[in-house]
């Protein structure tokens, strides 16, 4: 079976990235990462590619102000690249709804939370755990799905939940989401890598 | 520790009620069922209720056509009786706003959703797993949580996930969640009549 050709978009730290690239440098995910690409020049996202030998590059406001620009600019490299698979890992911009439909079930978002709770317009990063504390759950987790039309409303691959303890902070809340989200997101890349993943209706079953 | 008087309204079968009935008679709960409220009259719970020599009333609409009496009917009921803790198991009528307010954080419910996914107006019974099943999330759950003036909105007391898996009906979901809805509203109850539950704004803690 030939490699899925990935790419990543980013716009900060890139944990889940690197959690990516460490399942693949692993032989756990039968993709390479071809292009990781960064709505900010400085994000440290880009010195992992660097690190690890993998093409970055920056399109964003100050190369290409005009959004139309910027958009094409993107979807260009992904062609160019022949990217099956998009990886949305702490990417902040909205997506050209063109590339949404163009990669239709192709794109792969991880969200802090358990969809459809606390998500869509508004909650992301922070304010997320933040609504999370406010609410008082007892539990909360991590999605990933599909990426659709909408904000965070496409098919649902994995998730999995933690526990809110009694005296967390956001910061607590923030810590343990990420560590499972460096579990789901690996694993839905390597179960669409390997042909897993069938989307029915709104619902992905993953096939033996 | 005096024993917690306990009011269980019901409208159905009552396997949450069974459950609460059985811990109290394991001796895991600091209280006392003093009596059971039905909705129907022929609801399956009133036999438990005779079963296990708790007394049980039917207040409803044949015997109550007027809303108003209704009300009052069950408000008395749970003062002659002196009762600290109305529970809720499966009582699909909603609650008088005077009584809510009187039994501020003293009302529990149990929902088959982990709030607030798949909650409020129209989600009841089937309705909230054949919207799981929708929707296409891979984890539900069940939430305990006190009753305030919104439907399903009060303070959550505790949470429990199931998985949802590939070929689920809702009957399989129903059963699952039901399964942790024994777990955690008996635990509730629990922690409620050793006076560990402490509300803080919307969260509440328990005490250790």
Known sequence: MSKIN???????????????????????????????ISSKQDAYALKRAEKHGIEGMYIGKEN?????????????????????????????RILDENMVGKYKNR?????????????????YGKKVHEAVLKYGVKLTGATVHFVDKGTDTGPVILQKSVEVKD?????????????????????????????????????????K
């Open 6 to 36: 990935i790419a990543v978009l980013v716009s900060g730290g890139g944990t889940n990235l690197q959690s990516i690239i460490d399942h693949i440098e692993a032989g756990n995910i039968n993709g390479k990462i071809k292009v990781i």
């Open 64 to 92: 290409f102000p005009n959004l139309k620009e910027r958009n094409s600019r993107i979807l260009e490299t992904l062609e160019e690249k022949e990217i099956d698979l998009i990886i949305l890992a702490g990417y902040m």
């Open 107 to 123: 794109i792969i978002n991880i969200h802090p939370s358990l969809i459809p709770s606390f998500c869509g317009k508004g909650f």
């Open 167 to 207: 005296h967390d902070t956001v910061e607590d809340i923030a810590k343990r989401v990420l560590g499972i989200e460096h579990e789901i997101l690996p694993l839905a890349v390597k179960l669409f890598c390997e042909g897993k993943l069938k989307v029915v209706g709104r619902r992905v079953i993953v096939e």
